[in-house]
């Protein structure tokens, strides 16, 4: 074959340093519009991205020359130098050092962008922790809880 083609749907997920509380209502578009931005320039366009004051969802394509870990890298990177700007409360915001990045069947992309656009109703019930651990077991993703939480 001469043509390389891919559609690799990721289910990204990380957290604000500690769990902080910061991304509140009026931050929370830009800060979606941006991160949308960034993964548009880097030929990963989202899917969908949705936050709660605490943590980020985001389900986007990769780029077919991409790595996971570099898209992450980079949309972390910019998106704490860029929100750090938006005042002085979020003078020293930051993301927690890991993520998680989960693939996404295309069968499965539609159930996947529900439940990213619920989280609001969804974590009235349920923390981030244990949300993410659920997670991490759904998949199969062996984990050290004394290293999960930076």
Known sequence: M???LSKIHIHLIFSTKNREAIIGD???DSLHA???AMLQNMNCPAVWINSVTDHVHILFELGRTMAVSKVVEE???SSSKW???QGKEFAGFGWQAGYGAF???ESNKLVVEQYIRGQKEHHKK???QEEFRAFLEKHGV???ERYVWD
Do not use: E, G, N, P
Request: glycine content about 0%.
């Open 126 to 128: 349920k923390t981030f």
């Open 26 to 28: 009026a931050v929370r």
């Open 83 to 85: 929100i750090k700007t």
């Open 103 to 105: 693939a996404v069947s």
């Open 142 to 144: 062996a984990y050290d």
């Open 75 to 77: 949309v972390k990177t």
């Open 2 to 4: 001469s043509q390389s």
């Open 34 to 36: 941006y991160l949308a």
